[in-house]
Each structure stands twice: as structure tokens, then as C-alpha cells.
């Protein structure tokens, strides 16, 4: 039998914990190679656990929780009573932890709350809508 293997996409729960751990990492201004070194684990894990390739155990989930310096329960999703089907919140909740847990996303949101002015905060909003909209409609002239 020489069939060919599909390889397993990761479980939405492991992707989700994955994700949070990758988002607090990043806001914590932590490497993979330092957080897999006060794991005990190599760089490479921590990519699989972020990615939700490899599941991470509840003693390995709370020990990342301690590290990190968070709660158990920031990493696990809301229980919704919607057996595994993800809704609407729960897919702009997954797109929101994608950005944010990227180089840029952690570093807007840092810049984004030093603003204590909230209406140059709102300011910003606009600016950056207004940007998206230029950006969407094929004008992408910023100068």
C-alpha cells in the first residue's frame, strides 16, 4: 500500500491556544529560543506549539503561563457551548490574534496605548481607515 498521507492540519483548539501563546510571547517582548530555554525545550517546539502542530500538554501550558507571567485561562478559548464550530466572533477573534501577534501588530498596539490624548487616538483611526481605503481602491500614492 503506497498511499500518500495528508498531512494532519492542527486541531482549532491547539491553533487557538498556539496563537495566544505567540501573542503574549511577542507582547512580552520574548524570543522563541529564550521562552523554549526557560522551558527547557528548543526554538524549534515553541514554533510547533504556536503553529498548534504539536499539542502542548496542560503541566507544558501551565508552565508557559508562569513564565510568560499570565493567567492559565488567557490561553484557552471561551466555552460557548458551540461544540467545535467556530462562529463568527470566534474567526475575527483568530484574524484580530494573527495580526496582533505579528512584529508590526505587537508594535502598533505598544505605540497605540502610549497615545493618552483620545482624540488624537481617534485621529488615528481615521488616518488609518483612510489609508486602507486609498490602499483598497488602488491608489496607493502617500506622498
Given at each position: ?9 492542527p ?59 499570565t ?66 481602491g ?6
Amino acid at each position: 500500500m503506497n498511499e500518500k498521507r495528508k498531512p494532519k492540519s492542527p486541531d482549532e483548539i491547539d491553533a487557538h491556544i498556539g496563537r495566544q501563546v505567540r501573542m503574549r510571547r511577542k507582547m512580552a517582548g520574548m524570543s522563541q529560543e529564550k521562552l523554549g530555554e526557560q522551558l527547557g525545550v528548543t526554538f524549534q517546539q515553541v514554533q510547533k506549539y504556536e503553529k498548534g502542530a504539536n499539542r502542548i500538554a496542560a503541566s507544558r501550558l501551565y508552565q508557559i503561563a508562569d513564565v510568560l507571567g499570565t493567567p492559565l485561562s488567557y490561553f484557552l478559548p471561551e466555552a460557548n457551548g458551540a461544540e467545535g464550530q467556530p462562529g463568527f466572533a470566534e474567526k475575527q477573534t483568530a484574524f484580530v490574534m494573527d495580526f496582533v501577534s505579528t512584529a508590526e501588530g505587537v508594535e502598533l498596539n505598544r505605540a497605540f496605548t502610549r497615545i493618552s490624548n483620545s482624540k488624537l487616538r481617534r485621529r488615528l483611526i481615521d488616518l488609518v481607515g483612510e489609508l486602507a481605503k486609498e490602499s483598497e481602491g488602488g491608489n496607493q500614492k502617500l506622498s
